[in-house]
């Protein structure tokens, strides 16, 4: 893995997973990928080329700087229990958004209305982690179409209470293709979650450039 960048791993390979694995390979940055199934990170890892390698879970938290937790709100709570100790010292992204299906073809929020996954997750935290909301803001739709658009790029909001992991976090969505804004602290997260003012699935309703935003302001 090269030294001058973070390494990063993608835990998960939903939609969100695999679209922010293709993203930061197109970005020229070195990943590892991990799931349940090892057999289907080779499987993935081999089509993404040279850039991405395949890893138990265990392994890529271990072997990473930064562990992107593309899985559902729920597993991201069991997979911080059961890893705790690797965990320690490591930048967390929580990409997740605490939803369900309605019944009805939508979405119902599964924790209370004025609650925000990224609060839940940084209550679990282990020791020395350190946590960003990032790369939920979009559905997999618009983080695979909009990454990388010219001549503006499209934002990615993050937020996180420790602001020594600024730098990291913006290289790694700009990496992606994105326009990093961070909106504040952990306690901004609820914005930038599903039905936030600043989701696609929320008020903006489409992926937006800073100009866009500014005026939106």
Do not use: C
């Amino acid at each position: 893995m090269s030294t001058n960048k973070s390494t990063v791993a993608i835990i998960g390979l939903g939609n969100i997973g695999k679209v922010v694995a293709s993203n930061l390979v197109n970005g020229n940055r070195e990943i590892i990928v991990a799931s349940h199934k090892l057999e289907d990170a080779k499987t993935f890892a081999n089509q993404l080329g040279g850039l991405a390698k395949a890893a138990e879970v265990a392994t890529a938290i271990k072997e990473a700087d930064i562990i992107i937790l593309a899985v559902w709100f729920s597993t991201i709570q069991e997979l911080i229990a059961t890893y705790a100790a690797e965990l320690q010292g490591k930048i967390i992204v929580d990409p997740s958004n605490p939803i369900a299906p309605d019944g009805k073809g939508g979405f119902k929020k599964i924790i209370g209305a004025e609650e925000s996954a990224g609060q839940i997750i940084a209550g679990l935290l282990p020791k020395g982690a350190k946590l960003a909301k990032a790369f939920g803001t979009l559905g997999a739709g618009s983080l695979a179409s909009a990454a990388y658009q010219k001549p503006d790029a499209a934002v990615l909001f993050y937020a996180t209470d420790d602001n020594t992991i600024d730098a990291q976090i913006e290289a790694l969505i700009k990496d992606s293709g994105f326009e990093p804004v961070r909106i504040g602290g952990i306690n901004q997260s609820i914005r930038i979650e599903v039905f936030g003012e600043l989701h696609e699935f929320g008020a903006i309703g489409k992926p937006i450039t800073k100009s866009e935003l500014k005026l939106a302001v």
